[in-house]
């Protein structure tokens, strides 16, 4: 999608592995966000960032850690990868302006063996 | 706690036949509503916005409804197409929500030549 990207849209890798996601804009958008999608589950929030070293904990944070040292990348950052991160996972972004809607990446298709 | 409830889970209809999907909301302050739409193996995209005074918009054969005093809203498909399939995501955004909007699981539509 238009401004942003992210990388890399495949990775097959082993349990136990470290394994960094990473997320790019061109927006200079405030909010970054990164979301995990499952068979039978919506969209669920892992972490966002409200700006340059600032970020916080969603719903499903256990076993993911997240950096954003520049407003255009916000990488997400699998310690020790489990089967149970087998996933898509997709980056969006959001403006600050009033009733500002989200965008979204085009994904990453994650399979941890 | 905010929450978004949408039904049906999955819905099959035959191509050219209208449709009506539902989104049932508790998110307080209400700020806004938005219908994304996201086709297989992309990320989600915006169709339509709601805001506390709107009752009624429209894009193309997709129309969205709002009604905030029961907390309900509809996106009503109009003349489905093949191209309708896709998963359509109610997401509600509060005044109050530190940049982040609670998320619908979805309704998976299929439309059959």
């Known amino acids: 999608d238009a401004g942003i990207t992210q990388s890399p849209r495949h990775k097959v890798t082993e349990t136990g592995t470290p394994v960094t996601l990473r997320c790019h804009q061109t927006?200079?958008?405030?909010?970054m966000y990164w979301y995990r999608q499952d068979p039978g589950h919506g969209l669920r929030l892992i972490h966002y960032?409200?700006?340059?070293?600032?970020?916080d904990k969603g719903e499903v944070s256990d076993g993911y850690s997240v950096s954003r040292s520049k407003t255009e990348d916000f990488l997400l950052t699998l310690e020790s990868a489990t089967s149970s991160q087998t996933s898509v996972y997709f980056c969006?972004?959001?403006?600050?302006?009033?009733?500002?809607?989200?965008?979204f990446g085009s994904g990453t298709r994650l399979t941890v063996v | 706690k905010n929450q978004v409830e949408q039904s049906p889970q999955s819905l099959i209809i035959l191509e050219g036949k209208n449709c009506t999907l539902q989104?049932?909301?508790?998110?307080?302050?209400?700020?806004?509503l938005r219908w994304y739409k996201q086709d297989t193996g992309r990320g989600p995209v915006s169709l339509t916005i709601?805001?506390?005074?709107?009752n009624t918009k429209s894009n193309g054969r997709y129309t969205a409804t709002l009604d905030a005093d029961t907390k309900q809203s509809s996106l009503h498909i109009t003349a489905s197409q093949l191209s309708d399939s896709a998963s359509y995501i109610c997401?509600?955004?509060?005044?109050?929500?530190?940049?982040?909007?609670?998320f619908g699981d979805g309704t998976t539509l299929t439309v059959k030549p």
């Open positions: 969006a972004i959001r403006g600050t302006e009033h009733l500002g809607g989200y965008t």
């Open positions: 927006e200079n958008h405030r909010y």
């Open positions: 960032s409200y700006g340059v070293k600032d970020t």
């Open positions: 989104c049932n909301y508790t998110v307080s302050p209400f700020s806004n």
């Open positions: 709601m805001t506390f005074s709107e």
């Open positions: 997401v509600v955004s509060a005044e109050t929500n530190a940049g982040k909007s609670t």
